[in-house]
């Protein structure tokens, strides 16, 4: 299977050589998408697909993204980004151009629990997901099988409060070994240090087993039986250094009633966190996601 | 329309005047579901629908709702009644036998927005729910209108917090003079006192903008806009003295995305605030629903 | 009601003075977006909203809808639509512009069955369906009493196979009057001649009660039954001359299950198709659908 | 895994050892339920989960399903079919009684694309799915790595029109010799024989990748795509004579846009067709579905 991933990859990367992403966040006011279109435009790219927001017309914030498709865009790139900072500065833009060939590396962190991993590694062998993923980092040994099986590497590296500076250290420095992109905490149950976020903004993407805000914190499948929900869901979220309270990135919900019982609930709950952290992944990898001021923007 | 609808309810009446719906909640143990239906077969009863679930085969509670239809039922009712206190008493049962032409009457009390009242109406008026809406109370005038125009009693009782025990008096005299049988609270928005909602226990139905248990309490759509979530709901269930802590009837929800602010919000909120307060006063009206634990179980 | 309604379009009248709309289809080709976007801030026109969407980036078709906030659009708006003449004319474009404040005016097609009317005179109330209803006709008089009810002109014109000629003749000669922009069939059970059709191109949508094209043509209710499906649905549709073939705008389902007769489906399902023909509405109101080979794009 | 599987089926006989499952359908009259619960009280059977349903309660047919916990059943499971068989005569019942430590064997038939297989082969080492996968046959050599990594016996047997029957032949063996109670067609891209058909009578499961009835036959998603649908579907359904005709066992559906080219129909359609197919294993599995009149029964 990895053999037809590596094809499939190769043939992202070939049909993707002239594609690139533009994405913009500046003070809203007329005149910048004729800015950046005149500019694609004398560059002689196509816009492919284009999504922009605004929070208010006046005196608010305008964000773009712009799919576009430019002949000879390797060799034009680094020019492209050189001369779009004269627009950018004009109109105080925060902005990034990225080139779809150069595909995104992931790193997945995993405890016992693989559900999560396992949907990640589907997704991906089915070409959906068009990551590299560089590595896993587990815990607990319980994916190493199905992670090497595909010819992942996998690191095993126990973990608890007592031991957690050095632990991140391990795992900061393959990080930066496999030059990691971003990094999914697949039901990984550990809580991270704010060293270990902060060298990591809007790079960790977490699933967390509730539909956020309620149930905030440990045990939501046990709580939400408690309190006799009719919906159980799940929620992805970059991860902040407050708990549970990072930008969300995506939600969704299943239909329960009374005859589930704590296990049921966490039956049906798997099938969604799977779903919804990779439909979160996937915006990702795919720079759909602006975050503005703990709220996320997904084109 | 009245009329059309008058004439819906006489011709259910006399369709269910053999209909009669047994509910009962009990510990679990071998033999109730079969001296139930002996007891129903005795009567020549036949069972249309059965619905049951048992917390626990061992040592749990067992609940079992029963519509069956019987010949004579008006005549038998009374003797039936008297003869199952004996069953019940052996398995120490609560438990109640309700004829289904005994159609419920229903109060509702309201506010300034009415749409969660025109919703209720208008299910009323197409005969889908099969109650009598003995009458409606405002502390505002906005429903005066439509409620009068279908010839619904409306009372004007102006409320705030410091007039709450006399505005109270009048409503529990009202409710006690029309024999109301279930209140519904459709988005009326003033806090009840707990003599209030004492005197009507399991028979209050709410409506709570959110999804409970987020955001609890006030201004929830403005604090589901500022966290960002993708999606947002609403939460019908029984009032009881903890504000929102009732036990929950029924919940749905509508994706939202970044590009919704409160006002948005408020208009797909108010869409499915109405259809899910109108599932839990049907589910109600029709002997759908056991409260057990400050949970329901829907059957 | 119809006073609080009065109110509202005037003001939204005045918010959107300024306000534009502009959607285009041509042959897909690189510098579209710039010279849009140039033609706007010429005009010192903001954009608020862009949403594009191209069949195929190389000789595909290229659509595009923006909104726009332009100072003094009133006055300008003559000498706009002269200018984009000389773009569209080099891009081959197909186009509109039209200003928001211009509220377009529709007609309710109805017959026995009031819930889609209902809907559209409730969302209509409550400001979410920014038309004019300009009259509603009916083959039936059921509808008479809610519509004038809220000041709206009512025509009774009874229809059959025989007299459809001169009926629609009657029906022509008053949305010529009305000067109606939008025809809406709101569960209207009467076919309509290709004539009247050919007159209305992109304006009659429809509310078919199926999950198109399962069920094309007459009773679908009954027809989903005898299949046993697991869920119904509803299809909102520009009508065509060819009988439930026409674009389709929108679609949704309801699970049911074995326990829903005939007469089950139809209640659930005419909540399936309030809301679907509602949806449909709004955004054909909005500017927001551009038909493109028997397909719609909706922005 | 497997060795976790192994864990969990035996500890799910284990604990299943006592449960049966009695389902029966007849024709409609007072005193069905009373005998039934006698019968499982006289031996001390206690009732876990019952659902019934009847076409019509007048001159209509009777549907019951019960799991009951019953000591010592696999002791007393022959006499209690002995005994049983006279409440069958008396009230011409059809019906079974099932015990639930016999898991069900499951053969999985699959050409070349795998998401379907794969979701049953994860629900399965979940411990969701409680049934024996004996064997997988595939007309493509696709999935023998997978499938073998699991331990589960892989058969290859090429197949195409002109050798239906030698194929058959050799699949009906491996069915015999591997006591195979259900066969699911898991994107199994060949048409069966009837005579393979009716050796299997309520025994076979498909996935067609359609909301059905809509788009019966071939490629559809390709015509799905053509007529512009808004929503797409997958349906489950026991094999007939009749292609694509068989009694529904589920369906479900996914939002779409114009947006989305065939490739990304299909894509999506992917993820339908595995929660649809597996969620329709299940039922069967566990004894839910009962087939009447080309419809089914899900309780």
Redesign the interface.
Known sequence: ?NAYFKDQITQFKQQNQNRGRLLVSCP???????AI??F??YY???????????TN?EGGVFFIRIEF?CPLLKEKAAEMKQKFTEIAAKFSMEWSLTPVYKVKKAAIFVSKEL?CL?ELL?EWQ?G?LMTEIALVIGNHEEAR??VE?LNIPFYYIPANKEIREQVEEKQLQLLQDYEVDVIVLARYMQILTSRFVAANPNKIINIHHS?????IGARPYERAYD?????I?ATSHYVTNDLDEG???????ARV???ANVDTLK?IG??IER?VLARAVKWHIEDRIIVHQ?????F
Chains 1, 2, 3, 4 share one sequence.
């Open positions: 299977m809203d006011q007329p005149g910048i998408v004729s279109s005149n694609l435009f002689n790219a196509n816009i492919i697909e284009s999504s922009q927001y605004s017309p498709e559900h396992q589907w089915s959906d099988d199905v099986g539909f956020l805000p309620a149930f309190r006799g929900v009719k919906l869901g930008p969300i990135i995506e939600q969704d919900i009633d009374h005859r039956k798997r099938s779903s703990n709220k996320t923007i997904v």
